[in-house]
């Protein structure tokens, strides 16, 4: 830009502050205290069915985020019992299989020798575990007992 152009942009700047009548507010005290406002009742019931649909969506929504939360929260329980389930039937499993080799006959019999037992008689023994049995009623009986004392 020219000096020329510049003071005569400068001269217009200063110009345009001066020209004109300078703007006065005057305040004026409104009083609205003899006003009474109408009531509309044609909108007064637009505000209730629209506060009243307004509620009724929040309950909707709040019902489906409830039940979405809940069905979230319910896979996470299905998904832990799962695994406690999991680890329960593999202990089971276990302990069926440590029951099988506890209740081996052989090993059994090798202890007993180790202790110095002898071999039971003919009728001697009576198993309380046999599974035909488990499902029928047991009667009672009285059968005398001898104690052999293993010293």
Known sequence: MSAVAMQTVALGRNKACWLGTPEIYFRKTIDNSRLVKVEDPRRGREMRQF???????????????LQHFRAIEYGYK??????QRDG????????????????DPERIDVMARKLGLQSPRPGQVVRMDSASDMAAPVMASVRPVSVVSAR
């Open 78 to 83: 299905i998904e832990t019992l799962r695994g």
């Open 51 to 65: 506060g009243i649909a307004l509620c009724l969506l929040f309950v909707l929504v709040m019902g489906y985020a």
């Open 88 to 103: 329960l039937t593999e202990m089971n499993r276990a302990l069926h299989l440590e029951e099988a080799s506890l209740r």
